[in-house]
């Protein structure tokens, strides 16, 4: 690639490493902040490429109560919107007006509500844009896979807790996670969330928490489990909001591989 | 192989818009990720899940910094949880260079000692074909860079190698590795 970028590649492959030191570090920010669009690149794509590192660690499974102290941590906060400006037409003395100046306002008003209009309807638009795109991305991955030769059907029959529950689980034991569809399940309470477990011979491993929506219906994708043990049944039961470790409450969905 | 960043790309718009649901989803597909690492590069459990915290409570209070022209979402996360756990690597060895001793013996195993920790790595890394088949010269320099957060400077030192050869190796390494990536995506 002779782009006379050359040197800088060699230091912005060594800063994706994050091995660069010293004045060559220095430099190489200073050129970053610049705005180079040809190293942002470069460093975007080397990353990327660095990325088959992490992905070959065997994967680690997190403790649950992680996932519920991140999410006592971010309270819900208030979006803050830019104020808007009061106009400074408001504070006039309508009295003083001309009729042709109350005509203006009155043209000006009707733009601003339509604006308001116009602004609302994108704002929704974008809004259902973004849920059908994540909606078909979903899609594509379910169909993904699905067409993968390793995936194995997984179905789950409701028990006694849940007669008319039942569940697919598209389990791929080379990714170690799977997508999970559940149908007729109870309405989730408010302060319970369903749990999937992995079970290795007798041992559960706790596999994500999902809710279902009042149709009992849910498609929940696990997250990665990690290595070490072999599957031979999942199960969901019915637990604490947050999860828990062990299961504790009725189990309502199960299946074997 | 990786899953398809779409929906991770449209779980962080919406998590910029303070979606927790949107926030729990994009915790699971890429948590497991985050504390693997943290686990590989800090070597202490209660540290691992410290920075997965951190970077989770980053990722939620950043996403409307997030663009895909930054790259992918898994990339983006990675390098929040690499730089952290880099900077919280880089003062425990200042702490360590102003304090011989240490009472923390997990920790004491766990810096100073390369060469079990690579020992280490060979035996947690599940060498997918295309890490196994890069030469151990240039496999070395690049895990003691990427996960053990060595400058290069620290690397050729602890080699024993000059600087140049270590640059030349991480160099070699990373175009191998793009070589093969270019082979998979054919």
Redesign the interface.
Known sequence: MATGHEHWH?RG??Y???????QELKEFEAHLASGCPICEAYL?E??????????????????LA??S???D??A??A?VRPRQEKTPWLNWNWWGLGIGAIATAAVALVLIANLTRTQNELEKAKAQL?AA??ES??K??LL?LLSSQDVRLVELKGLEAAPAAKAKLFWNPG?RSGILLINGLPKTPTDKAYELWGIAGTEPVPA?VFRVDDQGQARF???????GKNFDKFAVTLEPAAGVEKPSGPMVLLGSL | ????P??AV??I??VA??D?DA???L???F???????A??MLKVRSD??DL??EV??QV??QAQNYST????P??WI??IA??RA?DKIRSIRRMEKSFVLTDDPARAESSDNVESSAAESEA?????S??ANLPETQRKV??L???D???????ANRLAEPLGTV?TR??SG?QR??D??GTQAV
């Open positions: 060699e492959e060594i994706a490493l994050g091995a660069l030191d010293g975007r080397t990353r990327e490429t660095l990325a088959v590192l992490h992905r070959s660690l065997r994967p680690e499974a997190p403790p992680i996932k102290r991140i999410l941590q971010i819900p906060q979006i973004a795109q994540i991305a979903q594509d991955e993904q990714a994500g994708r696990m997250p990665v489990l990690g290595q | 192989m990786p899953a398809d779409t929906i449209h779980l718009q919406k818009n303070q927790r926030f729990s989803q915790y699971d597909r948590s497991s990720l985050v504390f693997t690492l686990m590989r691992a899940e997965l915290q989770f409570v939620w209070r022209e930054r790259g992918s898994e990339a990675v390098n690499r730089s880099i947690r890394m599940a060498m997918n295309a890490l690049l895990e860079a990427y996960f957060g060595l400058t290069q400077t620290e690397i640059k991480m160099r990373i590795l793009r093969m990536r």
